[in-house]
């Protein structure tokens, strides 16, 4: 068990590009996280899928912000049309039910974006 | 918002157990306690969590009083590396997790 993997690590991008990031969950864990976290705050919720499956966003995920999960495994967030405000800490977690005792979501190191 | 309320800031001095308190009135019973810490620029990590009963781990304890309105993380030997901020969060079993501010533990050498 290798943990939560993100890509890239950090991403420098000027504003009005777009940008893609990858999450590869824990293996067999069926549901994912996406979280953003700017300087001096807690993480917020921005999406989650089970399996392949969408099930929550966020309104803080505006339309230029898409995630998907294709085959329920890995995880992509594209951010299109970048803007300032869009740099964060963008993280990913993983978690598979585990029926009364309770779901524990697991995080990866995140990936720093900055927009310039 | 979050439904946790936590000191914004702790000191504790190396080799002593650190005590983190945190209330949670509203909290309801289908409702558990978790506890995450973030070093500084690293993702979460989680700690602990618990439903009703006090829980142990390698890593620490966790206290639940028993009307469930409040709790306590005990890092019982603190060294410097356990420097981070300390979020305390009520969720349902399979519900999306709701960071507050946390409380930033620093431990004084």
């Known amino acids: 068990d290798t943990g939560v993997s993100q890509n890239p690590r950090h991403k420098i991008t000027k504003r009005g590009q777009n940008v893609t990031f990858r999450c590869d969950p824990i293996s067999e864990h069926n549901r994912l996280y996406w979280y953003r976290q700017t300087l001096g705050q807690g993480p917020e919720f921005l999406t989650y899928?089970?399996?392949?499956?969408?099930?929550?966003k966020s309104r803080l995920l505006s339309d230029r912000f898409s995630a998907e999960r294709p085959k329920g495994s890995f995880s992509t967030l594209e951010i299109q049309r970048t803007e300032q405000g869009d740099s964060a800490m963008y993280l990913c977690?993983?978690?598979?039910?585990?029926?009364?005792?309770?779901?524990?979501?697991?995080f990866g190191p995140g990936t720093r974006l900055l927009v310039l | 918002d979050a439904k946790t309320t936590q000191p914004p800031s702790m000191d504790c001095a190396e080799g002593r157990a650190a005590n983190l308190p945190c209330n949670h009135s509203t909290i309801s019973g289908n409702e558990y306690v978790y506890w995450y810490r973030q070093i500084h620029s690293q993702g979460p990590q989680y700690i602990i969590h618990?439903?009703?009963n006090n829980e142990t781990n390698e890593m620490a304890s966790l206290i639940i009083t028993e009307d469930r309105k409040s709790s306590t993380l005990i890092l019982p030997h603190a060294t410097l590396r356990d420097t981070a901020v300390y979020y305390c969060i009520v969720r349902s079993r399979d519900d999306k997790i709701i960071f507050g501010k946390g409380t930033r533990l620093h431990i004084l050498p």
């Open positions: 618990g439903l009703k």
């Open positions: 899928f089970q399996n392949e499956a969408q099930l929550e």
């Open positions: 977690a993983s978690s598979y039910p585990t029926g009364g005792a309770g779901e524990t979501q697991y």
